[in-house]
């Protein structure tokens, strides 16, 4: 259809189109007041180092539909609790590029203004924070795989060191290169403690074997025991009294003076009391001789010296056993001990290797997250916000589509017109050319 | 100032026409110019290409019947040719000449009672008078002028009406051109606007007509009369 045929058209229908007009602009008018006022909130983000980014796969072209994704949307919807369904908030939502720029606009329209700045600001940040998430994700799976390949390597070494050291304690001479030279060392040193240790104890038993408590008491300790006695010593001094006027009166008289053998009687009969009283002090077991208790204080003393020596021989003889039972296993846990030390190393050096590639891959993502980025520009503000022309925006699509609804009424009554106006359809009713036209219908 | 612009836009067009015929038709030859329906614009078509041919110094004769009023708005509105067709009427069928076109009526008496042969003969006679000799046939499913001269005619041009329906009629003229094999030149389109335009311009014009038929002494009027004269014997 070329453009004469179009307008002529439209002209042979100009009064369908008018009235159509006439109708849709009445009823626009009539429902001017349905919908409601809204305003608009835009915030802009650009996208930073595009080109160099190690992540190319996303770029500003594909920023809208990412900021019109349910995933960011959802996100918004939960963060701001927005009562609105995911659906609706979608729709509302715009999001394009301005121009061959890396900037982005993304606006939100609602009937509140407020909300209207929060939703866009909020989509813009949910935006930067997604992209970032989608430019490190390949990296953060490889750093998570290498992070938790890490932990299982570090419990392993953990399990070892454990092993190794129940080892070490049952076995100290195993971390050592010299460990028999060692034990031996140790055993020699230890065998000579014994010995002085047993000859110590020898010594010391003889000694308390010497202090051992008699069974007849020392001359000091009778004569202590004696002294100390009143009826010994009472019978004692009579006994000398009566002895020295014995031998006073001796000297004096002659033996045949009568009282010489009442005084002897009288003599013997003290002597045999003394020894009486001697006997008696002797036996008491409550008689008391300080020499004697303190023999019995050193020997008791030298009774715990040689339980000390014997303790201390025992001891070494502990020791020595030991030393020696280290001696006899060395080869068993040697061999424990090395294996476990070859795995542990072993487990190191993958430990290590596993470390390295973590921390390249922390670098790539650190690198990829600074590279490519989604920055956001300019927030939405109060400034910004405009009255979205809610009206205006239905009054220009109801327009629109009053004035499709006039042309195309106008060709769809052209079309069912039983009329033929045009050459062509005459060509081809007739099957001959049209060789002139005349009139306005041409 | 829309008159003037049609008239000119027409004349444009016939001028068109005329050249388109004066390539594809040599002189001298006789062009048919019918149509399906009654309202279609052959009188209004013919007139205006002999009227064409006529300004070109071309010898050019329009043959026209008188045919009667078909409709109540034909008696109101008549057309210029139906104007025309009356003034020739008087004559009875004769000669009229409109500037430097001549004007060939034939009563629709005569033609109720014409034969192929005397239309084929009186065609030759003007024929041999005229470079062009275009015939208003009418409507060609009812006009028996036109169904007479359709197989003789050296080129037959079909009016159409922009803005009617198509109708059976439109069947009956393509086979009856299928069945003759004429030569067809094309169709001409013209919607009813240029057929009133038409109308009123020539009403105009009908005044400065001249008629020439009773003219004593013209050899041409005197040879056409005795054609007339032999056409419109009954059969």
Redesign the interface.
Known sequence: MTVQSFVNVLKRRQLIVFSVLAVGLALMWSFRNVVPSSFAGVAHVVLLAENGARDPSVSIVDLPSIATSTVVLERVRKSLKLPMSLITLKANVSASVLGRSSIMAVGFRDASAERAINVSNAVADELSRYYDEISTQSYDVNVDRLSSALGGEAAKLRDLNAQMSRVEASNPFVVSQKSTDNITTDLATLDDQLGAARAQLQADQDIADSMAPNANLSQTARHEILADDPAYVAERTAAARDGTQFVLDKATYTKSFPGLPGEVAKIKGETAAINAESARALSDQHAYSPSAAATEQQHIRQIAVVAGDAARVQQLEGLVGTEQGRLNDLPRTGSQYAELDAQRTALETEYDALATRRANALANRAEASSLGSVVVLDRAIKADTQLAGGRTRAAVVALVLVLALALGSAFLVDSLD????R?ED??Q?????????????? | MKGRIQTD??TR??R??RN?IEAEIHAPAVLLVTSATVRD?AGP?AYGLAESLSKTHQRTVLVTTSSPPTSKQQLLAPSPVTLRRRASDSLEGGLAKAGGLSVVTISHERIATISRSNVASLMQELRTDYDYVVVDGGDLPSSGFALLLVASVDAV??T?L?????TPQ?RI??DTLERTEAK???????????IDHFAQRDVSSESREIPIAKKAGNPLVQRLEVALQRIGKPF
């Open positions: 039983p009329r033929i106006s050459p005459i060509e009713l007739y099957g001959i050319p049209v060789v002139a036209t005349f009139g306005a219908r041409s | 836009s027409m067009e016939f068109l026409l388109r614009g078509t041009l079909v159409f922009a803005g009617r329906q198509q439109d003229v393509l067809m030149l094309g169709i001409v389109m013209i919607d009813q606007e240029s």
